[in-house]
């Protein structure tokens, strides 16, 4: 079974690390170092993040 592509963009990820306080573990570690709670807290934002943008396009 092929891997499938993230839908985050490293950009996104990398500032949400940083707003969440564990970037400095993604610098040291990767990605796989993250505790899995962070990564949810990291998915939990992004999706914040995209209704947030569908509200503001919706009010235009």
Same mark, same amino acid.
């Given at each position: 079974m092929a891997r499938r592509r993230g !839908?985050?963009?490293d950009q996104l990820k990398e500032? !949400?690390?940083k707003e969440l306080g564990f970037y400095d573990t993604v610098q040291q570690e990767g990605w796989g170092g993250i505790k899995?709670? +962070?990564a949810g807290n990291m998915v939990k934002r992004a999706i914040e993040i995209a209704q947030e943008s569908m509200n503001? +396009?919706?009010n235009h």
């Open positions: !839908i985050m963009s500032e !949400i690390a899995a709670r +962070d503001q +396009d919706s």
